[in-house]
């Protein structure tokens, strides 16, 4: 191995006098271990670090590593090598990002829906929609005839207090309806902030079910129109995570997991893009592009991948 960085260093150097070229040290360790990776990829680790961390998902910062290192198992240990380290400085970050994708999965969590990938998970959650679009439609309808009632009792208390005041004044016994009608009043403005409440509730349910099914529709390749959300509409793309490369370096995102075993499987995907293993066609593998098979090891498909990656025998 020594041999091998020797060579390495010999040709770098090469190429940097028969160019003509001057370089900062940086630079030319930059060179090397692009040479190296190209020359021998795998042979150093992959080092990475964690860059952006929400506590929002209930997990602590140490918790999340050691869902980092137990996916970075499933590609070590079938290999029997070291293909990935944490360091402090590492270069490939690993964000986990709290937006309105894992909210929607919380959501339905704690209104007791589990999420399964599947056809029939599909179907499950269409009927739940349904449910919510039927309530949140009842109390819409509830919500918008009381407050039309509400104007309409408004405007006639307002002008029978306008017509007294030019009278001049009320007496007692109008006095007492005007005040029975104030009263009224109040009331009707307090049911309304109660029929709010409970329609901003289903609208968060409905938005919520309606994500994930979108999520699912455009996961499992589905024949079918979107789901409509109601109110403020959700943001962002579905995806669990993502591997990124560019001019910011590499970075892998995590924005939505179900459980620990979903999350360390999304992990492990991303981990072999970094390795640089494209999708598989086997929905059992690892590197399938739908995290649901719920499979803890890699697959015949998946090691041959990273044999042929790694270039090893």
């Known amino acids: 191995m020594k041999k091998f960085y020797k060579v390495i260093q010999i040709v ?13 040290e940086d630079d030319i360790k930059l060179a090397e271990n692009n040479l190296i990776e190209i020359i021998n990829p795998c042979a150093k680790p992959i080092e990475y ?13 140490e918790d999340f590593l050691k869902a980092v290192d137990q996916a970075a198992q ?3 240990e079938p290999a029997d090598k070291k293909l990935f380290n944490y360091s402090a400085g590492g270069a490939l970050k690993i964000n986990l990002i709290y937006d309105s994708r894992q909210e929607a999965t919380d959501k339905l969590k ?27 439609n009842t109390q819409k309808k509830e919500f918008d005839d009381t407050v039309e009632y509400y104007e309409e ?13 030019n009278r001049g004044g009320v007496n007692q016994e109008e006095y007492a309806i005007l005040e029975q009608e104030r009263k009224a009043l109040n009331s009707l ?5 109660v029929k709010q409440a409970a329609l901003n509730q289903t609208v968060e349910d409905v938005n919520a079910v309606a994500s994930v099914i979108n999520r699912l529709i455009r996961d499992l390749n589905l024949n079918v129109g979107n789901y409509n959300t109601v109110g403020e509409k959700s943001s962002g793309e579905f ?28 992990l ?23 995290n649901e098979s719920g499979n803890e090891k890699i697959t015949a498909d998946d090691l041959a991948a990273l044999k042929k990656i790694c270039k090893i025998k």
Request: net charge negative; aromatic share 12%; glycine share 8%.
């Open 74 to 76: 499933i590609w070590q």
């Open 268 to 290: 492990a995907h991303e981990l072999g893009h970094a390795l640089g293993i494209d999708h598989l066609d086997n929905p059992q593998a690892i590197m399938y592009r739908l």
């Open 49 to 61: 670090s964690l860059g952006e961390f929400n506590p929002k998902f209930g997990l602590s910062r």
């Open 110 to 136: 704690s209104l007791g829906i589990s999420i399964h990938n599947d056809k029939a998970g599909y179907e499950s959650l269409k009927i739940k929609y349904d449910g919510f679009e039927k309530i949140y």
């Open 12 to 24: 770098i150097a090469l190429a940097l006098i028969s160019g003509l070229v001057f370089y900062f």
């Open 153 to 165: 009792q408004k405007a006639n208390y307002e002008a029978e207090v306008k017509a007294a005041n």
């Open 239 to 266: 995806q669990e995570g993502q591997y990124v490369r560019d001019a910011a370096g590499e970075r892998i995102d995590i924005y939505q997991f179900d459980d620990r075993e979903a999350l360390i499987r999304v």
């Open 189 to 193: 403005v307090e049911s309304i902030k």
